[in-house]
Structure formats: structure tokens, C-alpha cells
């Protein structure tokens, strides 16, 4: 079994920063892409960064020139650096990972999503 376990989130005033990690745990073959999204009360939820593993990245542009994505290979983490935060970036924040796991001979992709980290970010 692959688990994720993110870490991370909390309250912070407009204009402040957090970081968010997300850390994949368990028998994975291989990391495809890897991803942040997060959900508002009342909204859907919605991509807000993400990087393949050819390296390109997609940024909301609600968050651009704001947050940062990267990711450790070593470690199998994703992190999401967020700057200047505003009180629209209140949400819970959720890491999406694409992987193949050792146990499957048919090496399908599979995606795995967090728990969840809550994000407040006070005006």
C-alpha cells in the first residue's frame, strides 16, 4: 500500500507564507506527476500546481508568481512553497500523486490523494 502523508498547513496572515509537504510512503515502483489542489467551502476543488516528471510545471493563475511546486526524487516529496497569501487562498489544500507500485505486474498508473492539510489565511 502507498500512503501520503501531508504536513504543513495552518493559520497565517494575508501576505505571509506557508509551506506544504506531502511525503509518499510504501512499495512505489515509480513517480509520474505530482500535484496540489485544493477545495474552498462551498467550491469544487481545483488544481492550484503540478509537475510531471519531464519536469514542465502548471500553475493555477490565481497562485502564479506566488507559490512554487518542487519535489524531492530521494524522498518521494512534493512541497508547495506559498507566498503573499491571501484570504482567497483559504481552503484545504490536497497533494495528488501519480505512481506505479512494486506489487503490480502490469506496472498500471495509479493516483493516490492526501488527507488533506487546512490552509487559513486571516485579511
Known amino acids: 500500500q502507498v500512503q501520503l502523508m501531508e504536513s504543513g498547513g495552518g493559520l497565517v496572515q494575508a501576505g505571509g507564507s506557508l509551506r506544504l509537504s506531502c511525503a509518499a510512503s510504501?512499495?512505489?515502483?515509480?513517480?509520474?506527476?505530482m500535484g496540489w489542489y485544493r477545495q474552498a467551502p462551498g467550491k469544487q476543488r481545483e488544481l492550484v500546481a503540478a509537475?510531471?516528471?519531464?519536469?514542465?510545471?502548471n500553475y493555477a493563475d490565481s497562485v502564479k508568481g506566488r507559490f512554487t511546486i518542487s519535489r524531492d526524487n530521494a524522498k518521494n516529496t512534493v512541497y508547495l512553497q506559498m507566498n503573499s497569501l491571501k484570504p482567497e487562498d483559504t481552503a484545504v489544500y490536497y497533494c495528488?500523486?501519480?505512481?506505479?507500485?512494486?506489487?503490480?505486474?502490469?506496472?498500471?498508473?495509479?493516483?493516490?490523494w492526501g488527507q488533506g492539510t487546512l490552509v487559513t489565511v486571516s485579511s
Open positions: 509537475i510531471i516528471s519531464g519536469g514542465n510545471i
Open positions: 510504501g512499495n512505489i515502483l515509480s513517480i509520474n506527476a
Open positions: 495528488k500523486i501519480g505512481l506505479r507500485v512494486v506489487a503490480d505486474p502490469y506496472r498500471r498508473s495509479l493516483e493516490v
